[in-house]
């Protein structure tokens, strides 16, 4: 074998990192390891090595910081540098930097930097190695391994099942035995969101209602000692009065579909369950409203609501959380036959309130509205539901944070924590009576579904829209429109549907299970 500082030299330069290869061969093993490296906290300090790039390098007798000392420049946040045949049981070696060790919480970013710090550096590391078709990937847990999970499995994911050549599969494991639990659960989490992305990227005529549902229903069958699912099929939803959620189905050859899952977790069956409800528009193309063509194919994940909900309570029955959960999901697509809505149209929610629809594109209130009538049945302990339902709210806050309205301090105060805790985060949102008498004075109805002005405050209008369908104590409505695909905004999401806020929901979730 050269010597590790000659072998350095025959660095091969990449735009993200320097590649050095003491054999050409070396690129075709099958294992790899990911190992964390600190940006140096003084100007004439060194890069820090974590507990187990520590290790590895001793095992080198210091070659491993040899190596990174001749390869270039010091190794900032998310960029990462790949080293081969460095070691006999793992070939590939990719460093990836975590920053500074001093990063941690940050109020004013409302998340813990030093998470999001963990996650993209698995997520890169694991991503290079995947590139050079290595399947076993040992991932270090860089002082949180429920982070790194989180980053090494979201990171991996690509819908690609359609597709003749796809990315190599790749077993991420922890390197290491210490937080094996915490990694556990982090694979957890990031399958959970991994369901939701999987959802909300299949094209519309993969994902009907019928399927999403039978979906769910496969991945909680091995549960089925704590878990039961009930696919309500078009006759229970007549038969319940929900003529909203009908007014929409009814335009589309594909029949609707309301999904109703219960989760035992509790100390008894009596506890006042947590419900979840989510806006499961399996393909949106406005109705008669139509939709401009260009973007319109993204619609197909315009269930994004429906693939969070039932994804977190997928991943909190895996978990065995303590508390008891339903989640609600009312499935259908929104299209322009003649069967279809017409604006002016007036329908009757299952609470009695009629609706005068002015725009048939503003449909995701009208399948909340009874669903979350539906849901004050359940005598649930709070009521969270999750919709992408506005352009306004990408309009006011991007892709940064998911729009909160609530009623609830002590539910918004649940929520802010747990998008604190997976970097995931949530915003809280005026719910005015300002906007509610925008709705409310109707020519026609009880309700408008869209307002007197269309253009103001979209997002406000139609969380007070859905508030004149909650007479519970703790509600939260979350518009997830913004969050709902990723360009580049999140490091270790590839492009495509994010599956986002699941993991703040299963999070949170977790939290109150604290309080039982």
Known sequence: MLPLRRAALWGLRRDHSRALSLSPTHRDAQK???????????????PSFTESAEAFD??????????????????????SRIFYGVHKDFPSVVLVGLGKPSAGVCAQESWDQRRENIRAAAAVGCRQLQELEVSVVEVDACGDAQ??????????????????????????????????????????????????????????????PTAFAETIQQRLSPLSDKVTVHMRPQSWIEDHQMGAFLSVSKGSEEPPVFLEIHYRGGPSASQPPLVLVGKGVTFDSGGISLKPS?????????????????????????????????????????????????????????????????????????????????????????????????GAMDVALGSAAAGVFTNSDWLWDHLQKAGA??????WRMPLFQHYTRQVTESQLADLNNVGKYSRSGGACTAAAFLREFVS?????????????????EVPYLRKGMSGRPTRTLVEFAAGLSREV
């Open 421 to 426: 805790v997976t970097g995931d985060r949530v």
């Open 32 to 46: 790899g390891l990911v190992l964390g490296v600190y940006e140096q906290e003084q100007e004439d300090g060194g």
């Open 294 to 390: 260009s973007g319109m194919d993204a619609m197909r994940a315009d269930m994004g609501g429906a693939a969070t909900v039932c994804s977190a309570v997928v991943t909190a029955a895996a978990l065995n959380l303590p508390l008891n959960i339903v989640g609600l999901a009312p499935l259908c697509e929104n299209m322009p036959s003649g069967k279809a809505n017409k604006p002016g149209d007036v329908v009757r929610a299952k609470n009695g309130k009629t609706i005068q629809i002015d725009n048939t594109d503003a449909e995701g209130r009208l399948i909340l509205a009874d669903a979350l009538c539906y849901a004050h049945s359940l005598n649930p302990r709070a009521i969270v539901n999750a919709a992408t339902l506005t």
């Open 472 to 488: 519970a104590p703790h509600w939260a409505h979350l518009d997830i429109a913004g969050v709902m695909s990723n360009k580049d």
């Open 58 to 79: 001793r095992s080198l007798s210091g070659g491993l910081r040899e190596l990174l000392a001749v390869s270039g420049p010091a190794l900032k946040r998310g960029k």
């Open 147 to 208: 982070a790194a999970a989180e980053g090494a499995v979201l990171g991996l994911f690509e819908y690609d099942e359609l597709k003749q050549k796809k990315k190599t599969a790749v077993d991420a494991r922890l390197h290491g035995s210490s937080g094996a639990a915490d990694w556990h659960r982090g694979v957890l989490y990031a399958e959970g969101q991994n369901l939701a992305r999987h959802l909300m990227e299949a094209p519309a005529n993969y994902v009907t």
